[in-house]
């Protein structure tokens, strides 16, 4: 499939996302995380990656505060533009961020671990438009299909069912999530 339609889909979903009501996007948002919590992934991780999210994304905050509460360590990503790679840290406070280019919140190298990937046991995939075998369109960086390539452990996105559609164009090198979470189901 070509990269414009994929570039089409992606910016008609970040207008979608960026025009959702406020009082349905935390509606949403909240499904989404009771839905994740109570799955098997969820409770059997000890460790978590997740992105911090910002604008249109959904609320990550929630979810790392509950993977706090639930004694779960918490690692977000740094990105290194330049090789178009992730880096997680563990993440224990908020203070550990700082904010770099297009306004992302990123880990303190200097005051946070680095973490090797196989001590993520879950990680949740960011994306804009699935499709039901797993496949993604994320913001178009290619960082996530970069990482997911000798990834060892549990990948789950969380996805408004309107995210959904029947097949995502894709590349040879796009790796699909094994599990989507909607605000209408779990597992």
């Not at 000798?150 to 309107?162: G, H, K, M």
Request: net charge negative.
């Amino acid at each position: 499939m070509d990269a414009l339609h994929k570039s089409e889909l992606r910016e008609k979903m970040i207008s979608k996302l960026e025009n959702i009501a406020a009082d349905k996007k935390r509606e949403i948002e909240g499904q989404l995380a009771d839905n994740l919590f109570q799955s098997e992934a969820w409770q059997r991780a000890k460790s978590i990656g997740i992105t911090i999210s910002q604008g249109m994304e959904w609320n990550t905050q929630p979810i790392i505060e509950k993977a706090w509460e639930q004694g779960k360590d918490v690692y977000v990503p740094k990105c290194l533009p330049k090789e178009k790679k992730l880096i997680f840290y563990r993440f224990e406070s908020y203070d550990q961020l700082e904010v770099v280019y297009y306004n992302l919140q990123e880990p303190k190298a200097d005051e946070t671990l680095k973490a090797e990937k196989d001590a993520i046991e879950l990680l949740l995939v960011p994306g804009l438009v699935f499709d039901g075998r797993g496949y993604r369109i994320g913001f178009g960086g290619g960082y996530y299909d970069r990482f997911l390539t000798d990834f060892p452990n549990r990948t789950i996105s969380l996805a408004a069912v309107f995210q959904l559609i029947d097949q995502v164009p894709r590349e040879v090198y796009d790796i699909p999530v094994e599990q989507i979470i909607t605000e209408k189901t779990s597992e």
